[in-house]
């Protein structure tokens, strides 16, 4: 490489005027069959690129990205989950001696040495050796680690009452006419309360929009009450008529 | 054309070298596929990059759309999913590809692990590409809060309470995150839009760069 004296740039700037030639190096004289990254090796992963993104593409087209009904904060009886890869996690914290007084453990100290030990893994296993057979203590805790997070997510997954999830996440989209003489008698005798102003249910009270009951049923309901549910009608035959006609209305 | 165009740029700024630095570089036999097929397990780590860039580019689209603000936020994520053309697709390359990228993440984890690859001289580089695993794993936190619907609220609600229990530091670290120490709210959509899509997406970068800048110059690890 031309230094110092006699050097030539362009301009007044710091480029060097002689052009170096764009050539690829030459592998053949490395280790095996060593190849070019560019364009010899580039070329292959495109092309396994090419076939995972079509791939991936049919599972967008084949599965809907989920989304639940707006966030509502009042709905206090809504089970929260977590998406997947954080069950682990979250299933710890269902242990006794990881909840409660105890978050702490459960919180901070179990995943931080857990992961505190990934991050400094270098500096732990400190022997020469490579292979796992050869340092039985890195693949040992590494396999238990692996082992504990497929448990504890399998067990999270098991424990989710998903009929129930995917129930209490529905978007409802029931429009509701506020101005009808159905709703009217439902705020005057105290249903929406408990079933909430969108009559969609609450903590207390399930959804009136998905009932499976006939106007009848849901008369007799209204007004001699059913399991938690008290006696609250309270007004003229004509207006329970009419109200159950309207809840019935709702869950077509 | 194209080669007067190269010629033009490269006189007047070299970019020869760095081209050569950037493209030219050894795949040793032992990482190809093509002659072992149980090298695919180094595919692990490029496909990683490849669904990061998916996931960037597909929620440089979702913003397009994307409102962040409790009244807005879910009736944006329900428009562009039921109304936008191709909207659907998008958001689910992004939903799907935050998955994939955790999956892939995970496995290329294991693989350099169980051969033992983040040995001296490649300390380093362990250290940054498990930071890289913790933000990505932030990321998908703070994006599991953005379309605001159930699941959403409250899973980041268990998440401000778990932060909470943090000793000392606890209650600052959730009101840092949600922007009020009870309420979650307007104040934390906004804070959690911020973090996912300029905080963590720029340490993301960082760390990455330093992570293919280190693979570079170091060469891939030799075969077992």
């Given at each position: 490489m031309h230094r110092g004296k006699g050097m030539k740039f362009v301009g007044d700037s710091r480029v060097p005027a002689e052009r170096k030639p764009n050539i690829p190096k030459d592998y053949s004289e490395y280790p095996g069959k060593t190849e070019a990254f560019w364009p010899n090796f580039l070329l292959k992963e495109w092309m396994v690129g090419a076939v995972f993104l079509i791939g991936f593409l049919s599972l967008t087209i084949a599965h809907q990205p989920p989304l639940e009904r707006i966030a509502d904060p009042t709905d206090t009886a809504y089970i929260p989950l977590p998406d997947w890869y954080f069950l682990f996690l979250y299933q710890l914290l269902k242990y006794s001696y990881a909840s409660g007084p105890f978050t702490v453990i459960g919180a901070l100290v179990i995943p931080g040495l857990a992961f505190g030990a990934l991050l400094l893994a270098p500096f732990i296993d400190l022997g020469p050796e490579r292979r796992p057979s050869k340092r039985p203590l890195a693949t040992g805790f590494m396999l238990l680690s692996i082992a504990a997070v497929f448990y504890l997510t399998w067990e999270s997954v098991d424990h989710h009452d998903w009929e129930a999830a995917k129930k209490q996440g529905q978007i409802v989209d029931v429009e509701i006419d506020k101005n009808s003489d159905g709703y009217k008698i439902a705020q005057a005798q105290t249903c929406t309360s408990c079933h909430g102003g969108e009559l969609a249910g609450g903590a207390a009270a399930p959804s009136l929009l998905d009932s499976k009951m006939s106007a009848e049923e849901i008369a007799d309901v209204a007004k001699n009450g059913k399991g938690s549910m008290p006696a609250v009608f309270k007004g003229s035959d004509e207006e329970l008529q009419t109200l159950a006609e309207f809840i019935d209305g709702l869950s077509e | 054309m194209l080669n007067k165009i190269y010629d033009w740029v490269d006189e007047r700024l070299d970019i020869t070298p760095l081209w050569r630095d950037i493209a030219d570089h050894e795949v040793p036999e032992h990482v190809n596929p093509a002659h072992h097929f149980s090298a695919f397990v180094y595919c692990f780590g490029g496909l990683t990059f490849f669904i990061t860039v998916i996931q960037i580019l597909s929620g440089m689209f979702l913003t397009m759309y994307y409102v962040p603000d409790i009244k807005n936020a879910w009736e944006s994520v329900y428009y562009l999913q039921n109304q936008v053309a191709f909207g659907q697709i998008v958001r689910g390359m992004h939903h799907w590809g935050a998955s994939l990228v955790i999956v892939m993440m995970f496995l290329h984890t294991l693989r350099v692990f169980f051969q033992g690859a983040y040995k001296k001289p490649r300390e380093l580089n362990w250290v940054v590409g498990v930071l890289i695993f913790f933000v990505m794993l932030a990321l998908g936190l703070t994006g599991y809060l953005l379309p605001w619907d159930m699941k959403a609220l409250f899973a980041t609600k268990v998440t401000l309470q778990i932060a909470e229990a943090v000793p000392l530091i606890g209650p600052y670290i959730k009101t840092l995150l949600?922007?009020?120490?009870t309420i979650v709210g307007a104040q934390t959509l906004t804070r959690f839009f911020a973090i996912h899509v300029f905080f963590l997406p720029a340490a993301l970068l960082g760390l990455m760069g330093a992570h293919f800048l280190m693979i570079r110059k170091q060469g891939i690890s030799g075969p077992l």
């Open positions: - | 949600s922007g009020h120490s």
